[in-house]
């Protein structure tokens, strides 16, 4: 059992959509972060959310943390095909000792 | 930049085996950590270490060993590869305590098992 869930698990969009993706626990997080994965590649960080409630921009992706810190979503508009990759969440437990990954998002952005 | 390097990208190897991944980073990091990565089961944690010569057990350490005897380098080691070992790994290293959650991946090693 994955202690991040993320959703949706795959994602096929046209270029120029918008979309949303999910990371939730039960369990609740010092912070969150977003990592992209490009094929053959290692994961990038994006972002780290540290504030329930809080919002991130990063262009055209929104990044929020939910108020109670247990969830998290990422949302992009007007997809692009470069946006194309896994997108994983992963979150730091409330002791700060462990560092969990959810299983990902694979999204394809088709021009 | 961060840069962390691993030793090979692609390596395939017989059952029984010992095999060793290394990993490098340049930045003077104090945590590197090791991961597995598998279809539908994200990235899991097979070691990690805060210090030279310093290891702690991840989720799933069974058939691995790690070394680090230089705070810039972190081996992954298998004792004896079985074919249930095939998989992506990936090293990753992060500033200090502090900031202990924000971590910088290598590029991956593609390790196969036959």
């Known amino acids: 059992t994955q202690l991040l869930e993320q959703s949706p698990q795959f994602l096929s969009i046209q270029e120029g959509e918008n979309l949303t993706v999910y990371c939730n626990s039960s369990?609740?997080?010092?912070?969150l972060q977003w990592y992209r994965q490009e094929p053959g590649e290692g994961p990038v960080l994006l972002v780290t959310?540290?504030?329930?409630?809080e919002v991130k921009k990063l262009k055209r992706l929104t990044f929020q943390f939910g108020d109670a810190r247990k969830d998290s979503s990422l949302h992009i508009t007007a997809a692009q095909p470069g946006d194309t990759g896994l997108y994983l969440c992963?979150?730091?437990?409330?002791?700060?000792?462990?560092?969990?990954f959810g299983s990902g998002t694979k999204l394809n952005v088709k021009p | 930049d961060v840069k962390v390097t691993q030793s090979s990208r692609y390596l395939v190897k017989r059952t029984g085996e010992k095999v060793f991944l290394e990993c490098v980073q340049d930045?003077?990091?104090?945590?590197m950590f090791w991961y597995r990565q598998d279809p539908g089961l994200g990235l899991r944690l097979i070691y990690f270490s805060y210090d030279v010569k310093m290891k702690e057990k991840g989720d799933i350490p069974e058939g691995y060993s790690v070394s680090r005897e230089k705070k810039e380098r972190f081996s992954l080691i298998l004792e004896s590869a079985s074919t249930n070992q095939t998989s992506m790994y990936l090293c990753?290293?992060?500033?200090?305590?502090?900031?202990?959650?924000?971590?910088?991946f290598g590029p991956g090693t593609r390790l196969t098992v036959t």
């Open positions: 930045m003077d990091h104090e945590n």
């Open positions: 369990s609740v997080f010092s912070s």
């Open positions: 992963a979150g730091v437990g409330p002791n700060f000792n462990k560092f969990y």
């Open positions: 959310v540290v504030t329930g409630g």
């Open positions: 990753a290293s992060s500033l200090g305590r502090a900031s202990f959650y924000e971590q910088y």
